[in-house]
């Protein structure tokens, strides 16, 4: 069985790069972990943590359809997905993928992923070991903003790809929605004591919402993607670049420049910083769609 594993994705190894495998995942040398990997590791290590984000997080109806709608079918495709986690988009999803390759740095959600079907690789996003123009699609789910540089995440992503592949990305905060002002800050400064006050919603624990808030190294006010980012980022690499801003609970909708409707905190949060909360600019996330050229 390691020898079939390390077969599938040797064609597709950077020359001269060195990996364990363990039976579960390929591990990759990351000779100095910086503070996101290390935040990242530390909370989708916890398996009670890692099982439950698999179990609740981008499994919707709607998350399904937007994403089906977005790449089309997986069968027999070389699929890269980095920063897979515990593999909650194939897991959505499913379909028949010749190769699909799970990315992270976390090992324990990279077992929950192997057996979902993934080829599990911890590496550091920022360096992938792999060659360049090999898959067919790559995705970013809720990834980007958990990484200190999201520009260097992107482009190597996008390297992986070969002409005609598709690069999806989602999930990721917008900078112009996460914005606040005002009132706004005030209540977004004050959310530990709300959140103590109110419950931690997700997070059942303080260590949980700790390492969670952590983890997230771009969702916060003054930071996000943009259109922009994702534009000057791609196209100078020759990529035709689609963005969708889209609230969460909508699905294909997306995909015709629908963005559904906001949740109250978000709306609130929006408006006291003065700003349309129904506008573009005020939908919480942004899909992007990158063809290669």
């Not at 020359?15 to 100095?32: D, L, S, V």
């Not at 609130?268 to 290669?292: E, T």
Request: hydrophobic share 40%.
């Amino acid at each position: 069985m390691k020898v079939a594993q390390a077969q599938a994705i040797s064609p597709y190894v950077k020359p001269g790069e060195h990996f364990e495998f363990n039976g579960t995942y390929f591990r990759f040398p990351i000779n100095k972990p910086s503070e996101a990997i290390k935040s990242n590791a530390y909370y989708f290590n916890n398996p009670e943590w890692a099982e439950e984000y698999l179990t609740y997080c981008h499994r919707s109806a709607s998350f399904k359809s937007r994403w089906l709608a977005a790449t089309g079918s997986w069968d027999d495709k070389i699929v890269v997905d980095i920063g897979c986690g515990p593999g909650n988009i194939y897991a959505t999803l499913s379909g028949k993928p010749r190769l699909l390759i799970g990315i992270d740095v976390a090992s324990k959600s990279l077992e929950f992923a192997k057996n979902l079907g993934y080829t599990s690789v911890l590496a550091d996003a920022t360096n992938l070991p792999f060659i360049s123009g090999f898959a067919d699609i790559v995705v970013l789910n809720a990834a980007l903003h958990h990484c200190e540089n999201m520009e260097y995440v992107l482009i190597e992503a996008a390297r992986l790809l070969k002409p005609g592949g598709l690069l999806i990305t989602d999930h990721d905060p917008q900078l112009s929605a996460w914005d606040y002002k005002g009132v706004a800050m005030l209540l977004w400064n004050s959310r530990k004591l709300i959140y103590r006050v109110a419950g931690r919603g997700f997070h059942k624990t303080t260590s949980q919402q700790y390492w969670g808030l952590a983890c997230e190294i771009h969702h916060k006010p003054g930071h996000g993607v943009s259109t922009a980012f994702f534009k000057q980022t791609l196209e100078p690499l020759g990529f035709d670049v689609k963005v969708y801003p889209h609230n969460h609970e909508l699905g294909e909708e997306v995909l015709q420049g629908k963005k559904g409707k906001p949740e109250f905190k978000y709306l609130l949060g929006n408006l006291l910083s003065g700003r349309n909360p129904y506008a573009d600019k005020s939908a919480l996330s942004l899909m992007c769609l990158a063809q290669k050229q």
